[in-house]
């Protein structure tokens, strides 16, 4: 991979991570806030429905944030773009559409197809 994909790849990855961070921040935020009494239970549980779902996504948030930081580190020690599998380099089209992934298309295909086997 050149020099100018590199650097592509890693504003848009650092990018992702600031959007990331600034999202659980405003979480955090949002749950201290909030000390509001409902007397009615139905709106106590649309409420707390609400969060769940938010931690929910605040999670895979988080989980994202790890993979961005890990790909950062790869751009940084010269792996990123090469599969951890095969060792043969991701197509750039792949890594547009995910910048995180640490395997061609070929070996992601094959890992998924035995998980599908094994029922994981």
Known sequence: MNEKDLKFFEELLRKRLEELLSHAGETV??????KENFP???DRATLE??????LRI?????????????????IENG???ICESCGEDISIQRLKARPVTTQCIDCK???EAFEKALGI
């Open 79 to 81: 792996t990123f773009g």
């Open 49 to 54: 429905s609400d969060r769940n779902f938010m």
């Open 109 to 111: 295909t094959k890992e």
């Open 58 to 74: 605040r999670d895979r948030e988080h989980k994202l944030i790890k993979k961005v930081k890990k790909a950062l580190q790869r």
């Open 40 to 42: 009615d239970p139905t």
């Open 29 to 34: 935020s949002g749950m201290t806030e909030q």
